[in-house]
């Protein structure tokens, strides 16, 4: 069974700094590209940050030069510091994992920057 489960989700004051976890199991971790996405409702989900199996990654163009993203092949797990945050950064937070015509996603982790 397939699981991604996410953590690290928080109240945080503007400027402040969260890092998120995704611990993976039921899939060969290593070989997938991982990805964080983000909803806030009435709005699409969106890419925040994507990492490749090799590490090659990107970002959205708005989180660019404040989150990174990052993963740990040893622990299954993908991370995403995220730095300077902004109200508009409030969102549920996914961890989603793709391989080919697999993908998977986590239950969500609620971010909120407010003051």
């Known amino acids: 069974q397939v699981q991604l489960v996410e953590s690290g989700g928080a109240l945080v004051q503007p400027g402040g700094s969260l890092r998120l976890s995704c611990a993976a199991s039921g899939i060969s971790f290593s070989i997938y590209a991982m990805a964080w996405f983000r909803q806030v409702p009435g709005k699409q989900r969106e890419l925040v940050a994507r990492?490749?199996?090799?590490?090659?990654?990107n970002y959205l163009d708005s989180v660019k030069g404040r989150f990174t993203i990052s993963r740990d092949n040893a622990k299954n797990t993908v991370y995403l510091q995220m730095n300077s945050l902004v109200p508009e950064d409030t969102a549920v937070y996914y961890c989603y994992a793709t391989f080919g015509s697999r993908d998977y996603w986590g239950q969500g982790t609620q971010v909120t920057v407010s003051s």
């Open positions: 990492i490749a199996s090799g590490g090659r990654t």
